[in-house]
């Protein structure tokens, strides 16, 4: 599993707290947002394979293109401070109770 404050690779799945030496971040905390490994995308087009990394616009993920069987990087609007994710879909939603500024927002990133 990738540790997604110090983006080590080598840290154990079952792991709670980065081991690594001046890390230590809580591995759960750091991952709710995340998609799931093995979540499909553009009906079936696409797959995430793991997160890399998250920054202020988004998420990173290692993903796959299953009709070229090619691995690509895949990235996910979901600013931070302004965006969660629903349990129940998985779907992004606005956190800020400010459309316009997660819209603004988007511009920028896309």
Known sequence: MRCLNCHRDDVPPAAEWC??????????????????PGTELRGGAYRIVEALGQGGFGITYRGWQSGLARPVAIKEFFPQGEASRLPASGDVAITTGSAEGFARTLRHFV
């Open 19 to 36: 081991p690594h030496a001046g890390c230590g971040v809580h591995l759960p905390s750091r991952m709710r947002d995340l998609l799931p």
